[in-house]
């Protein structure tokens, strides 16, 4: 049986640094597994980019955002995409935008910036968490975060503040369950520390060979090639 897929985004499905981009090899790839067993994206971006990718490719919407503070799932096979009740419990928050503002204003009182200028559209559409730029004061950050309760990721692309108590194993639990699953049916692929935690509840886990130290060490394989390449032979060898 094939497994359900959890997959990230930055630095799984994408090309190398300093490219951001998708790497459209992957888009058939997606779409090929999803006729096979349901696919999750599961990333730390804001809501609305994972909604984007599963529209543009042509899968059902079955996301987990903002590092497991945001779930959506399309249940069912998606034909109609604007049918009524296809998302069942509708969209389910996680997190506390509330408390990761007031870590944003205290930082920023301190003379700190987030770090993407005056129009922040990392942020724009962000529900659960903020993200801030990895050129921003790590220290500062982590002190205020700790401060008002959340915590900071480094996810290689952002530091993300964030409720403790809320990862992409949290997410990955809410998805599989909206879908008929445990956590431990799901194959999950990283790259990064935010991807630890769903290595941890995942049956099967891969980090992409680009992943850091904790995604490495969480990980039950680690590909040979990197990127969207070490996605691609994830799922070549995890369905062998």
């Excluded at 930055?10 to 888009?27: A, E, I, Q, S, Y």
């Excluded at 503002?101 to 922040?120: K, S, T």
């Excluded at 659960?128 to 700790?146: K, M, N, Y």
Aim: some cysteine; aromatic content about 8%.
């Amino acid at each position: 049986m094939v497994r359900p897929l959890a997959v990230d985004v930055d630095g799984t499905l994408t090309r190398p640094k300093p490219d951001r981009g998708v790497d459209p090899r992957v888009f058939e790839a997606l779409r090929a597994y999803s006729e096979e067993a349901p696919v999750v994206v599961a990333t730390g971006k804001a809501f609305p980019y994972p909604v984007a990718l599963c529209e543009f490719v042509g899968l059902p919407i079955r996301v987990v955002a903002e590092n497991g503070g945001v779930v959506c799932i399309e249940q069912g096979d998606g034909d109609d995409p604007y049918g009524g009740g296809r998302f069942g419990d509708g969209v389910v928050y996680n997190g506390d935008r509330e408390a990761a503002d007031a870590v944003a204003r205290a930082y920023e009182a301190e003379g700190h910036a987030l770090g993407w200028g005056a129009v922040d559209l990392v942020n724009r559409w962000r529900e659960t968490e903020i993200a801030v730029a990895r050129d921003q004061p790590l220290a500062p950050l982590e002190r205020v975060a700790a401060a008002h309760g959340q915590e900071v990721v480094d996810t290689g692309y952002a530091y993300h503040v964030k409720s403790p108590d809320v990862d992409k194993d949290i997410g990955l639990e809410t998805a599989a369950d909206r879908l008929g699953y445990g956590p431990g049916d799901f194959l999950a692929v990283g790259d990064s520390e935010n991807d630890a935690e769903m290595f941890g509840v995942a049956g099967e886990s891969w980090a992409v060979a680009n992943a850091d130290d904790a995604a490495l060490s969480a990980a039950d394989f680690v590909t040979d090639a990197a990127y969207a390449d070490g996605f691609l032979e994830a799922l070549e060898r995890a369905t062998e």
